[in-house]
């Protein structure tokens, strides 16, 4: 079904229409609800991504002006579900993945393909703390030894950067107003018993998201480190969370190497600054990670002791 909007008239007029697929999901419902509160209609895919004739049905059926590929296989609970479901990974996030990028580039229509920046670990070029980022053109450091779902990510990210019709978007640690979300890198971190504490890129989804419908408005294509410029530790996300929303909120840290031997029972997790000089050369307006995350998730939470458990 496709939803029309109602109220902003102009979307329609410059003939905007979005197939998203990734109904159930975070991002997939949040652009749902983004769509929505700028009148643009869309409808969401019922097909597969690995079954390339239910995705040409889907586009026969909506005649979308964009396709967002908001589809992944991520868990559940998260990603090390991927360790012990290697070919249904590989089938969401390779196969799937190069799917619809091959049936968008056959229907001549753009595709944003919301990926992930979970695909570099700091190193000697890239070292942590040194304000150097890896950059759009830098491919994964990480897929030989990390994550399955990283492994699968960075594979993916090869091949469709070679269709010209894809705009790929690294999300990362995504930071958003709904704390009580299992996706929310803050639901996450509050909910350890022991946190690490490395700076890391990180994506306010209340401000970027929206900056993605206007990259599909303006087609843009290739990659992107789709990340707020700066990095935060995982200390400074936790004290903003108890200045903001729970003052009685308290933490413990571990070391990198009781954090990996310990709490982790399957995947090693990558940590990582991304260069977001292209993103924020396209769209200066886009805030610094802390500005943003007070301004779009700490500050409309402001003592409201949201229950986290
Ligand atoms: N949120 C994060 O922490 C984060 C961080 C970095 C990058 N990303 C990337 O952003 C994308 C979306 O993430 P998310 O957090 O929104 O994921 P999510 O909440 O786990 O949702 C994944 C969505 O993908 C759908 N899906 C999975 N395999 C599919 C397939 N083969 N065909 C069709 N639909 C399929 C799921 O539907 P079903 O339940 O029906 O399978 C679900 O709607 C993923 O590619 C992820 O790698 C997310």
Redesign the pocket.
């Known amino acids: 079904m496709v939803y029309e909007a109602n109220g902003n008239a102009q979307p329609l007029a410059l003939g905007l229409r979005f197939l998203i ?9 949040l652009l749902g609800k983004i769509c929505e509160a700028q009148g643009i209609p869309f409808a969401y ?1 019922s ?4 079954d390339r004739e239910s995705l040409v049905d889907d586009i026969a059926a909506v005649q979308p002006s964009h396709v967002f ?8 609970p998260h990603v090390d579900w991927g360790e012990f479901n290697k070919t249904e990974t590989i ?3 390779v196969i ?1 993945a190069l799917n619809i990028a091959d049936v968008c580039r056959e229907k001549g229509l753009p595709l944003i393909f ?5 695909m570099f670990d700091y190193d000697s070029d890239q070292p942590i703390g040194s304000g150097i980022g890896f950059t759009e053109n830098d491919s994964s450091n990480y897929s030989g030894f990390g994550s399955f ?1 990283s492994k699968t ?1 960075g594979m993916a990210e090869e091949w469709i950067k070679n269709y010209e019709n894809v705009c790929i978007l690294r ?4 930071l958003f107003s709904d704390l009580t979300h299992h ?1 929310n ?1 803050i639901k996450k971190i509050t909910g350890y018993e022991r946190v690490v504490n490395i700076p890391n890129s990180m ?1 306010v989804l209340d401000e970027l998201l929206p900056i993605s419908i206007e990259m599909a408005k303006r087609n843009l294509t290739g990659i992107w480190n789709f990340t707020n410029p700066g990095v935060l530790t995982h200390n400074q996300v936790l004290e903003m969370y108890r200045d903001y929303v729970d003052p009685d909120f308290t933490w413990k840290n571990f070391s990198l190497e009781e954090e990996q031997a310990k709490v982790l029972d399957a995947a090693p997790r990558c940590n990582n600054e991304l260069d977001s000089t292209k993103l924020k050369k396209e769209f200066p307006e886009i805030l610094p990670i802390k500005e943003s995350a007070i301004k779009y998730v700490f500050q409309p939470n402001k003592k409201k002791k949201v229950n986290l458990a």
């Not at 697929?21 to 419902?29: K, W």
């Not at 097909?47 to 690995?50: A, D, S, T, V």
């Open positions: 697929y990734g109904r159930t999901g975070c991002i997939g419902g895919g097909g597969r991504l690995e590929n908001a589809a992944g296989a991520t868990g559940p089938k969401s996030n799937g919301y990926s992930t920046g979970c779902y990510k999300v990362r640690m995504p996706r890198f994506t």
